[in-house]
């Protein structure tokens, strides 16, 4: 079902970190989500409403309907969020390195393809904070 939509919403007035919307992630939706803590580190801001918001709602979901591009590349970002997150989760737990080490070796990997050096710094900050959810 998520792979025929284009956009998902979750915007509960409180909660942690919805199963939904990192299902919506990995199937490469953009998400529009409430402005809660648990969301700040997994979304990107423009697309964080207040709960109870409707007409910040309607505003950010017409947009996302009427603009494909930016629709798809919050969804491309959204995969490539989830897909980070299980790259650091197998370095760390299958493989058994320490955090620093696993950075590292996803810090190389990124370098190796042709990005900006300011987009590999900034996939590595949302690396290292998601994987401190992660990592106890």
Request: aromatic share 2%; proline share 4%; with cysteine.
């Amino acid at each position: 079902v998520l792979a025929r939509c284009k956009i998902s919403v979750t915007v509960p007035a409180s909660d942690a970190t919805s199963v939904a919307m990192l299902e919506s992630m990995a199937c490469g939706l953009a998400v529009v989500a409430s402005d809660l803590p648990a969301n700040r580190q997994w979304i990107d801001p423009e697309l964080l409403v207040s709960a109870g918001e409707a007409p910040a709602l309607a505003q950010v979901l017409q947009r996302l309907a009427s603009d494909d591009a930016w629709a798809r590349k919050a969804g491309e970002r959204n995969a490539e969020r989830i897909a980070l997150v299980k790259q650091m989760h197998r370095l760390l737990y299958r493989k058994g390195l320490r955090l620093d080490e696993a950075v590292q070796q996803i810090g190389a990997l990124r370098a190796a393809q042709p990005q900006s050096g300011q987009d590999i710094a900034m996939r590595l900050d949302f690396l290292a904070a998601a994987s401190r959810g992660i990592v106890r």
